[in-house]
C-alpha cells in the first residue's frame, strides 16, 4: 500500500471511529494532547499521526492500530461513514480563561468605583476569586468531564474559608481553617471514589 492510499484509509477509519463515539476533532485532540488542526490533517489524509497518536487512538476507541491502518469491507464504511464536520471548533481552555478574566475584571472595576468613592474595599476580590473558581467548575465539567475537578473544588472550597475569614476580620477565626483540611480531603476522595471500568478488547477480523 502507498503512503497517500495510507493516510486516506487512515483518515476513513479515523472519522468514522470518532464520529460514531460523538466526539468532536477538538475533544480527540485534547485527549490526545494534540491540536484540532492536527486531527484536522489526519482526517483529509494530509498526514499520519505517529506511533504514539496511533497508540492512544486505537487505546481511546477500543481497536488495535492495525485496523486503524487498514481498509475495511465498503459496506462497513458506507454504514459508518459520517457527513464531515464543518463546524467551528473552540479552545476550551481559551473560553475558561476569559471567563474567569471577565469576572476578575468586574471584581476590579467594582474595587476602583469604590475607591474613587473614598471608599476602597480589597475583600471584593476574595467574592471575584470564589466567584471565578466556581465559573471555572462548571466549564471544566462541560469541556473536560471534571477533568481537573478536585484541583478546582479544592480551591473553590479553600477561597471560601478565606472569604469567611476576612468578611469578619475582628473575630480572628483562624480555627476555621482546620476545617478546610478534611474538607479538602473528602473532596479528592469523593472525586476518587468511582473506579473506571475496564474497556473490554475488539477482536478484530480481518
Known amino acids: 500500500m502507498e503512503l497517500n492510499e495510507l493516510k486516506l484509509v487512515c483518515a476513513g477509519n479515523l472519522i468514522i471511529l470518532r464520529t460514531r463515539e460523538g466526539m468532536t476533532q477538538a475533544e480527540l485532540g485534547a485527549k490526545l494532547n494534540y491540536s484540532d488542526k492536527n486531527i484536522s490533517k489526519w482526517e483529509r489524509g494530509e ?114 474559608f478565606l472569604l469567611i475569614y476576612f468578611a469578619v476580620p475582628e473575630a480572628n477565626m483562624w480555627q476555621i481553617f482546620l476545617i478546610s483540611v478534611p474538607a479538602v480531603a473528602l473532596v479528592f476522595l469523593a472525586h476518587n471514589v468511582r473506579k473506571k471500568p475496564k474497556k473490554a478488547e475488539k477482536k478484530q477480523t480481518k
Do not use: Q
Open 47 to 160: 498526514a499520519l499521526p505517529d506511533a504514539f497518536a496511533l497508540t492512544r487512538i486505537a487505546e481511546i476507541f477500543g481497536v488495535t492500530v492495525d485496523y486503524i491502518l487498514t481498509a475495511h469491507d465498503k459496506v462497513e464504511i458506507a454504514e459508518g461513514m459520517p457527513v464531515e464536520d464543518n463546524s467551528p471548533t473552540y479552545r476550551a481552555s481559551i473560553i475558561i480563561a476569559i471567563a474567569v478574566l471577565s469576572i476578575m475584571t468586574a471584581a476590579l472595576t467594582a474595587f476602583v468605583i469604590l475607591w474613587l468613592y473614598g471608599k476602597p474595599e480589597w475583600r471584593i476580590f476574595l467574592i471575584g476569586l470564589s466567584l471565578s473558581l466556581l465559573i471555572a467548575l462548571v466549564l471544566d465539567g462541560v469541556f473536560y468531564k471534571w477533568k481537573g475537578g478536585a484541583c478546582v473544588i479544592s480551591a473553590f472550597v479553600l477561597s471560601l
